[in-house]
């Protein structure tokens, strides 16, 4: 299966050095995220330690190691968000959505829950965005609103 697809990656990069961030960016393109088969088959294929793969892509918060879901969710972490009730309003998010402890996708793959550091959004803490659509000055009620409107609209 990723035989095709990473095979064309390969050739697209096969004489580049230092090739390991862009390699990983088409592979997750291809896939939505980096599939650890993958990592082991380029590293055979261009005799590159699988730890330089991983060490990068954990690295790195564009990459993902597991699939993530149709719609993404993204809670500010910062620290007005923080002071202003975000671990409340992710809560309430987890419940609604039924995301099991510890994971941070739906078991059906429709929602992705991620937190980040900082948005840059302090003045209307805590924020929540969904699908790159900014809201702000939320509590666990707004934030259960606003995910039941955007499931009623999409």
């Known amino acids: 299966m990723i035989e095709k697809a990473c095979r064309k990656i390969l050739d697209k990069y096969y004489l580049e050095k230092g090739s390991v961030i862009s390699i990983l960016q088409d592979v997750q393109e291809a896939y939505g995220y980096i599939p650890e088969d993958t990592v082991f088959w380029f590293s055979e294929k261009l005799n590159i330690p699988a730890s330089n793969f991983f ?16 719609n993404i969710i993204t809670a500010c972490c910062g620290t007005a968000c923080h002071v202003k009730g975000a671990e409340p309003m992710i809560n309430r998010i987890r419940a609604d959505l039924a995301i099991a402890e510890g994971e941070d996708t739906t ?33 666990p009620e707004k934030a259960s609103r606003a995910l039941k409107d955007f499931e009623k609209n999409k």
């Open 55 to 70: 060490g990068v892509a954990t690295f790195y918060a564009q990459f993902y190691l597991k699939p993530r879901g149709k």
């Open 107 to 139: 078991y059906d793959s429709q929602f992705t829950l991620e937190k980040i550091a900082c948005v840059g959004a302090c003045s209307i803490a805590p924020v929540l965005i969904i699908n790159k659509k900014i809201h702000g000055n939320m509590s």
